[in-house]
């Protein structure tokens, strides 16, 4: 029978790697077609013949041609590990519903029976999988920076006590707020199963950005001496609301489109108004990453209720149920808003504050009709929308 395939072990012994070469030889071979070794050392007849028989393979027989120790193997029936691989495209092919027992395998491996079942729980495509999910992926990791080296702290100015106050408040409720943001996700990355690894690794993007904004936000606090200020109970009570909901779609829905979506025109009001250079482009750029995080989820949302359209009347109760037990949450920290108003007046200057208390009121209505806005682009109806904006937390987040 002529050899399918040959191999030349040169010297090489058992011991020291000559069982992985011819392992890896046979492995291409078909159950009964031969392996051809060759080698320069005699002993190599004892110990092929005695691993042949180990690893159920048959044992041909040896010669010598030209001083070279010729063995053949005939390769066995048994499969090494796998009996076949699975086609390349399942590394793309997302699973309608993912098994837990494939554990942490990278999507298209072939996994071994017997691995241990992981609590993961979210695993629906309906519900985890994102379209726009790798290309925000790839947008996240290229839009990283660095709050110690790519903020100018050094052309930080002295703005005055009320104004640095007001700056420091701000810094310190945009902190509290990105904490939410950052253990939201973070909560639902275990329970995610792997194969949705688009969606983890956006989210894991996420929690850098947040980490990140989480840095800048204290840090300029601190900056001038300020110092973080004050954070109320209303606050944590409306932010507290999100990590304590137990359904991946529905957190996201009130943190991404709802809070993170408030956030948007939050930031953008701080930019517009900072009383400095530094403290604008703090606010530039992390609305930059949030536009990110509500693009996301707008798309996970809309992927979500045109897979299955009763998913809308779910995120339009978890909304009612959320703004239900905040009733008692009336207004954003006081002291928050008058920051707000400061900011803008640019002091406390009489002639000056009317300006700033119409421009936090147009803020609002600002953060009210983008709020239906992205209602409506995931589907909801021009009443629903209204509805569940008006209902929204007056924390923002
Ligand atoms: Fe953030
Ligand atoms: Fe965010």
Known sequence: MAPRAVCDAASLSFGEGLEVLISRKLDTLSPGEILE?????????????????????????M??????????????????????????EAVTNIPAIANPQTGFSPRGATVEDGSPG???????????????AATLYERAVSA???????????????IGLELEQSVCQLMTFLAENEFAALYVPAKWIPRIHPHFVETIM??????????????????????????????????????????????????SFLLSVLGEGTFLDLLRFIEAHAPDA????????SRIDEARHVQFSIAHMKHAIESDPNFKQKLAAAARERAASLAEVRSVNPLVEESLIVLAAGGLQPDRLPAGVRAVRELYDTMHENRIK???QIGFSSEDSEHLSQSHTPNFM
């Open 37 to 61: 070794v060759s080698s320069d050392d005699p002993s190599i007849e004892h110990d092929l013949r005695a691993w042949s028989r180990f690893m159920a393979h048959e044992w041909r027989g």
């Open 202 to 251: 956006f989210l894991s993007t996420q929690i850098c950005d947040e980490a990140r904004h989480i840095e800048v936000f204290v840090k300029r606090a601190l900056a001038n001496g300020g110092g973080l200020q004050f954070s109320s109970a209303s606050t944590e009570r409306s932010l507290k609301t999100l990590l304590d909901r137990e359904d991946f779609l529905e957190a």
């Open 278 to 285: 530094v403290t604008a482009e703090i606010a530039r750029r």
């Open 118 to 132: 992981f609590p993961f729980d979210v695993l629906d495509a309906n519900l985890a999988w994102n379209p726009e």
């Open 63 to 88: 010669r010598v041609e030209n001083s070279r120790f010729i063995c053949s193997i005939q390769r066995g029936a048994a499969q090494r590990i796998i009996a076949k691989r699975l086609p390349l």
């Open 374 to 376: 992205r209602l409506q």
């Open 144 to 158: 990283q920076w660095n709050a110690a080296t790519d903020i100018l702290w050094n052309a930080l100015p002295a």
